[in-house]
Nanobody, 126 residues
Framework: QVQLVESGGGLVQAGGSLRLSCAASGPTFSTYAMAWFRQAPGKEREFVGTINWSGANTYYAGSVKGRFTISRDNAKNTASLQMDSLKPEDTAVYYC???????????????????WGQGTQVTVSS
């Protein structure tokens, strides 16, 4: 079983940057695909992006493509979400998620991910 803990959220002005981290427990982190989701008040949880087990492949939602970058360090059991050119509409609680999968297929569906962090708040002011 994997436990995930996010960090790095906070308040930033529009146009600024933040880097979120997701620390994972357990010896098999490298066998998990990782993803980031977000949920704004009154809205459903939304897919942000995903990275495969090796870090070689990523996929992003259209709303963040070109502004956000997901990476991972399997030696350190961490995944990161670099967020640049932030907009007020990026304000949300951000969650990292994991699923045990070492193939090439990606999924944007939250129910495909078995493990979730507690979330970290990101607020972008205009």
């Amino acid at each position: 079983q994997v436990q995930l803990v996010e960090s790095g959220g906070g308040l930033v002005q529009a146009g600024g940057s933040l880097r979120l981290s997701c620390a994972a427990s357990g010896p098999t982190f490298s066998t998990y695909a990782m993803a980031w989701f977000r949920q704004a008040p009154g809205k459903e949880r939304e897919f942000v992006g995903t990275i495969n087990w090796s870090g070689a492949n990523t996929y992003y939602a259209g709303s963040v493509k070109g502004r956000f970058t997901i990476s991972r360090d399997n030696a350190k059991n961490t995944a990161s979400l670099q967020m640049d050119s932030l907009k007020p509409e990026d304000t949300a609680v951000y969650y990292c998620a994991a699923r045990a999968y070492i193939g090439s297929h990606y999924t944007t569906r939250s129910y495909d991910y078995n493990y979730w962090g507690q979330g970290t708040q990101v607020t972008v002011s205009s």
